[in-house]
Nanobody, 123 residues
Framework: VQLQASGGGLVQPGGSLRLSCVAS????????IGWFRQAPGKEREGVSC????????YYADSVKGRFTISRNNAKNTVYLQMNSLEPEDTAVYYC?????????????????WGKGTQVTVSS
């Protein structure tokens, strides 16, 4: 499985960005896909994940009400719409996937990782 993330950049506090993750090379439709982030000096953490079945979603408490995850199966793409961005959201954002019908969002559960995209929130 190959994952290509894009959409990062520099944005002012209160601004918005939309990240995209295109998946290819998978052999099953049962793909859980999620977004994770790692800030300097911190561990990588789960931000939001979406299940392969029913589109169930998970959000970290720190992003609830501000971020929205969605998927377009026809395009093999998962999006992360990030609104009301805060400086604390600054990090490298990664998309990752696992072959499962379950919903979870922790780094140890993911099988494949894409390269990250930098998100910087600063005035």
């Amino acid at each position: 499985v190959q994952l290509q993330a894009s959409g990062g950049g520099l944005v002012q506090p209160g601004g918005s960005l939309r990240l995209s993750c295109v998946a290819s090379g998978f052999t099953s439709d049962y793909l859980l896909i999620g977004w994770f982030r790692q800030a300097p000096g911190k561990e990588r953490e789960g931000v939001s994940c979406i299940s392969s079945s029913n589109g169930r979603t998970y959000y970290a408490d720190s992003v609830k009400g501000r971020f929205t995850i969605s998927r377009n199966n026809a395009k093999n793409t998962v999006y992360l719409q990030m609104n009301s961005l805060e400086p604390e959201d600054t990090a490298v954002y990664y998309c990752a996937t696992a072959y499962t019908t379950d919903l979870f969002c922790f780094t140890g559960g993911m099988d494949y990782w894409g390269k990250g995209t930098q998100v910087t929130v600063s005035s």
